[in-house]
């Protein structure tokens, strides 16, 4: 499918040069688009019944060992979320988490199809190079991914009921009639 040819070097240029355009047009772009795309109840995101909570990709990728040394993309992009701004575990807090996590991930798929174009000015053997550099380059962030999120929805869940107790609990305190009569003083 090659349809341009350029010289050795010109190609390895092009392929470097075009990586990086990829990479940081594709992160850039996601980076811009509204949170609410990315609904965390999409079927899509959500952990399916083979990944056990995450833990799968514990097992295979030993993901615990090697996940604070992975770097954020998001360093990069002016506004965009990093979870290191993270100040505290409100519901809020990780609800948002959560959405990011999508967006990460989807970003991450998106950033393997620009692999397939490689072919347009590389040999077939050096394509799929380009696809299998895209592949494991982006594999890393979505395992993380979707071995996080499903923790962080159990810590969501829990700070959720912390909160419903607190607003049950507040709303026991105070009987009706008494809240009425105080209100007239």
Partial sequence: M?????????TIILDIV????????????????????????KKWFQTKPWEKGGEIYQKIFRVKSWKKLIPSGAALYRGAYEIKHITEYSVENVRLWVKESCRSEFCHIVMILPGF?????????????????????????????RYNRPRVNRLLAQL??????????????????????????
């Fill in 2 to 10: 090659r349809i341009i040819f350029l010289s050795k070097t010109a």
């Fill in 18 to 41: 075009a990586w990086i355009l990829f990479h940081l047009s594709i992160g850039y772009t996601f980076s811009k688009l509204p949170i609410e795309l990315f609904d965390p109840e």
């Fill in 117 to 145: 174009l490689f072919f347009l000015w590389n040999s077939v053997e050096a394509g799929m190079w380009m696809v299998a550099y895209a592949f494991l380059n982006n594999l890393i962030p979505i395992v993380m991914q």
């Fill in 160 to 185: 959720e009921e912390k909160s419903k107790q607190k607003c049950e609990s507040a709303t026991l305190a105070y009987e009706p009639q008494t809240v009425l009569i105080d209100s007239y003083e």
